[in-house]
Nanobody
Framework: QVHLVESGGGSVQAGGSLRLSCVASGYAYSRYCMGWFRQAPGKEREGVAIIYSNGITSYPDSLKGRFTISRDAAKFTLYLQMNSLKPEDTAMYYC?????????????????WGQGTQVTVSS
């Protein structure tokens, strides 16, 4: 059983930064494909960053240069550094684990999810 708990969300002005954390327990998350997803009210859940079990990362083109995913295996923690935040980034952010290592942008392949942390960016 994998348990994920996010933290670090909050309210920030446009152009500001936030660092989200996700603490994992139950299994060694570094052996999984891990991802950050977000969902705004009335919108579908979308992927914002993926880190593969070998440490390689992937981002949507629209977020490259602003968001950075990383992990600290010793602390069982996944991070999402978000810079140059825009109002369109406002959403609930979730971390997720795909123990099958399929590592796609489709949230359906991720079997484990945290409860989410809210990010609100004002103009």
């Amino acid at each position: 059983q994998v348990h994920l708990v996010e933290s670090g969300g909050g309210s920030v002005q446009a152009g500001g930064s936030l660092r989200l954390s996700c603490v994992a327990s139950g299994y060694a998350y570094s052996r999984y494909c891990m991802g950050w997803f977000r969902q705004a009210p009335g919108k579908e859940r979308e992927g914002v960053a993926i880190i593969y079990s070998n440490g390689i990362t992937s981002y949507p083109d629209s977020l490259k240069g602003r968001f950075t995913i990383s992990r600290d295996a010793a602390k069982f923690t996944l991070y999402l550094q978000m810079n140059s935040l825009k109002p369109e980034d406002t959403a609930m952010y979730y971390c997720a684990a795909d123990i099958g290592a399929r590592c796609t942008w489709n949230p359906i392949v991720y079997g484990y999810w945290g409860q989410g942390t809210q990010v609100t960016v004002s103009s």
